[in-house]
């Protein structure tokens, strides 16, 4: 499995960011898909995940301004972000489970300011 991560950046408190994942070398539509974050100096932690059929979850520090969402047609997973803290601060990782594996992108840096 590949996965290309996108749409991270600087943003001030309060801003927003949408998130991108394109997934490819998998049947996309059959796995559960998750994005995952971290922050410095802590450990990666699970932000919100969507299974084939379409349910998700949120963790709850981002509930109510988060949304995850996938588009099977394009093989891509979001994140968006609105209503930014500047505890969301790390770097995101779109990742699914493949084998009895989880497989990681290469991630892409969110940094909100306050």
């Known amino acids: 499995v590949q996965l290309q991560a996108s749409g991270g950046g600087s943003v001030q408190a309060g801003g927003f960011l949408r998130l991108s994942c394109s997934v490819s070398?998998?049947?996309?539509?059959?796995?559960?898909m998750a994005w995952y974050r971290q922050a410095p100096g802590k450990e990666r932690e699970l932000v919100a995940s969507?299974?084939?059929?379409?349910?998700?979850t949120l963790a709850t520090p981002v509930k109510g301004r988060f949304i995850i969402s996938r588009d099977n047609a394009q093989d891509a997973v979001y994140l968006q972000m609105n209503n930014l803290k500047p505890e969301d601060t790390g770097v995101y990782y779109c990742?699914?489970?493949?084998?009895?594996?989880?497989?990681w992108g290469q991630g892409t840096q969110v940094t909100v300011s306050s």
């Open positions: 070398r998998i049947m996309f539509r059959a796995y559960d």
């Open positions: 969507i299974t084939s059929g379409g349910a998700t």
């Open positions: 990742s699914t489970e493949e084998r009895g594996r989880r497989r």
